[in-house]
C-alpha cells in the first residue's frame, strides 16, 4: 500500500521505517527542511536502536523518502497518518494545535477518499474533531474515514515493539476502512482489535496510565521496605510471578519520566475532570512519582551534606536507557537539583549527552566521555539511568578516583553486600 506519514519524531519515523520495511511505499513529511534533509541524506535527528539502519536499508531500497510537501505525500497515498507532537499545556491538558493543523492541511490538498489515521496520543473525541476539521476545509468535498490507530512503542525498543506488536488498535466510525488497515497490519501477524474511536483513544491513555501506576506502586513499597529492612527487588520478584500481575514496570527507581507516562497521566486526568470524574487514583500516582525524587535527593543531601563546590558525578542524562530523549528526565531534574545547591558536575551518558546539553546550563557541568573517568576528584557518583553498561563500570578504578567513595544508585544496578565489600558508602531504592 502506499502511505504517508506526517511527522517525523519518534513515533513517526519509527511507524514509516517499519511499513517500508514490511514493503509498503512510505513519504515521510516534516515542515522541518533540515530534518528533512538530514533523512534524506540517511542520517537520524533522533537515537533509537536498529532505527538508522532501517532508514537507510528503505530510502536506498526506494520504499521510503520524505519531503517537506504535504500535497506530495497526501497526493498519492491510500492512508495518511497523523504523527504530530501533543505537548501538554499548563493545566495538564493536550495541545492540539498541530493536530488541527495538519488535519486542515490534509483538507487542502486531499482529492479523493483517503484514511485519515490519528497515530499521536490524543484526548478522547479528537478523532471527531479531527473529522469535523477535515469536512470543514476540505474544498473537494470527496469522502474520507478518520481511524484512531494508537502506538504503544517504547523509546529504546520502538523498532522491535512496531514490528512485533501485543496487539493492534483499530477504532472506526464505519467499516469502510477496516479491511484496509488489516491489510496493512497483515505482515506483523498480531491480534486485531477493531472498536469504535472514542473507547480506541481511551485504550492509550489507559494503559500508559495504567503502567505509570506499576511504576508508582513499586515506588511506594520501596519505601516500605528501606523502614522495615526488605528487599523491594526480591518482593517484586515475588509479587510479580503471579501471571495477574507480572514483573514488568515492578523496579523501584528515581521515577518515570519521558515524554509518554508523566504527559499521558496529566492528559487522563483533566480529560476524566471534562468528563465529571474525579481521578484520584492517579492524582496519587504523579504525587508519589514527585516523592520518590525528593526522598532520593534527601538521601544525598543527608549524607554529602553540605553540597556546595562539591564534586557530583552523574552516570546517566536520558530519562531511560537506549534512547537519547532527555524530555522530562528523572535524571536532568537531579542535575538541576543539584546544581541549584551549588555542586560542580561530571556527567556521562552513552547517546544524550549532545540533547543534554540543550537543557543543563553551560557553567557548572563538565561532559565526561569514558564512564569510568566520571568519578575523578568526586565527593559522590550518582546512578541516574538504567544504561546496561553502567553495570561493567570499573569500581575499583571509581573507588581509587573519588574523594570519598560515595555511590547513590537511582536505580539499582549494584548489589548491596559487593559494594560494601568493596568499600562503598552504598545507597539505594528500598534495599
Same mark, same amino acid.
Given at each position: 500500500?502506499?502511505?504517508? /506519514? ?5 513515533? =513517526? ?27 534524506? #541524506? =540517511?542520517?537520524?535527528?533522533?537515537? +533509537?536502536?536498529? !532505527? ?5 536499508? $528503505? ?16 497526493? $498519492? ?37 483517503? %484514511? ?8 478522547? #473525541? ?12 476540505? #474544498? ?31 477504532? /472506526? ?15 506483523? $501477524? ?17 494503559? $500508559?496510565?495504567? !503502567? ?5 506502586? %513499586? ?15 526480591? /518482593? ?17 527507581? !528515581?521515577?518515570? =519520566? ?12 483533566? %480529560?476524566?475532570?471534562?468528563? =465529571? ?6 492524582? +496519587? ?25 562539591? #564534586?557530583?558525578?552523574? !552516570? ?10 532527555? &524530555? ?8 538541576? &537539583? ?47 539511568? +538504567? ?18 567513595? %560515595?555511590?547513590?544508585?537511582? &536505580?539499582?544496578?549494584?548489589?548491596? &553486600? ?14
Amino acid at each position: 500500500m502506499k502511505l504517508a /506519514v506526517i511527522g517525523t519524531g519518534y513515533v =513517526g519515523l519509527v511507524t514509516g521505517t517499519c511499513f517500508a520495511e514490511v514493503g509498503h511505499t512510505v513519504i515521510c513529511v516534516d515542515c522541518d527542511a533540515r530534518k528533512v534533509e538530514m533523512l534524506q #541524506k =540517511g542520517g537520524i535527528p533522533i537515537y +533509537e536502536p536498529g !532505527l538508522e539502519e532501517l532508514v537507510q536499508k $528503505n530510502v536506498a531500497a526506494g520504499r521510503l523518502g520524505f519531503t517537506t510537501s504535504t500535497r506530495d505525500g497526501v497526493e $498519492n497515498a491510500d492512508v495518511v497518518f497523523i504523527a504530530v507532537p501533543t505537548p501538554p499545556q499548563p493545566d495538564g491538558s493536550v495541545d492540539l494545535s498541530f493536530m488541527e493543523g495538519v488535519a486542515r492541511d490534509i483538507a487542502a490538498v486531499m482529492t479523493s477518499y483517503k %484514511i485519515v489515521v490519528d497515530k499521536s496520543t490524543v484526548p478522547v #473525541k479528537t478523532g471527531e474533531k479531527v473529522a469535523e476539521t477535515i469536512r470543514r476545509y476540505c #474544498k473537494a468535498k470527496v469522502e474520507f474515514d478518520v481511524v484512531s490507530n494508537p502506538e504503544f512503542l517504547r523509546e529504546g525498543s520502538a523498532v522491535s515493539d512496531f514490528l512485533k506488536p501485543d496487539r493492534v488498535v483499530i477504532g /472506526v466510525r464505519t467499516q469502510r476502512p477496516v479491511a484496509a488497515m488489516k491489510e496493512l497490519y497483515a505482515p506483523f $501477524n498480531a491480534p486485531v482489535v477493531v472498536t469504535d474511536i472514542n473507547s480506541a483513544e481511551l485504550i492509550k491513555h489507559a494503559a $500508559n496510565s495504567f !503502567l505509570a501506576l506499576k511504576i508508582s506502586y %513499586i515506588n511506594a513499597i520501596s519505601v516500605i521496605c528501606e523502614a522495615s529492612g526488605a528487599n523491594v527487588q526480591e /518482593v517484586a520478584s515475588g509479587i510479580g510471578m503471579d501471571a495477574r500481575i507480572g514483573r514488568q514496570f515492578f523496579d523501584a527507581s !528515581l521515577g518515570f =519520566g519521558g515524554s509518554c507516562f508523566p504527559k499521558d497521566l496529566s492528559a487522563f486526568v483533566k %480529560i476524566a475532570e471534562q468528563l =465529571g470524574y474525579d481521578f484520584g487514583l492517579l492524582k +496519587e500516582v504523579q504525587r508519589i512519582n514527585a516523592l520518590q525524587m525528593d526522598r532520593f535527593f534527601k538521601k544525598i543531601l543527608e549524607t554529602v551534606w553540605v553540597l556546595k563546590d562539591k #564534586k557530583i558525578g552523574v !552516570l546517566g542524562l536520558a530519562f531511560k536507557q537506549n534512547t537519547d530523549d532527555v &524530555r522530562m528526565s528523572p535524571a536532568i531534574d537531579l542535575c538541576h &537539583r543539584l546544581l541549584k545547591e551549588g555542586a560542580l558536575l561530571r556527567v556521562h551518558d552513552p547517546k544524550a549527552m549532545d540533547k543534554a546539553r540543550t537543557v543543563l546550563p553551560p557553567s557548572g557541568v563538565t561532559y565526561i566521555d569514558d564512564m569510568n573517568e566520571v568519578a575523578e576528584g568526586c565527593d559522590a557518583l550518582v546512578v541516574a539511568t +538504567e544504561w546496561n553498561q553502567f553495570k561493567s563500570l570499573d569500581l575499583d578504578r571509581v573507588r581509587k578516583a573519588m574523594t570519598h567513595p %560515595i555511590l547513590f544508585d537511582g &536505580r539499582n544496578l549494584f548489589d548491596p &553486600r559487593e559494594m560494601e565489600q568493596l568499600g562503598f558508602i552504598y545507597k539505594s531504592i528500598g534495599r
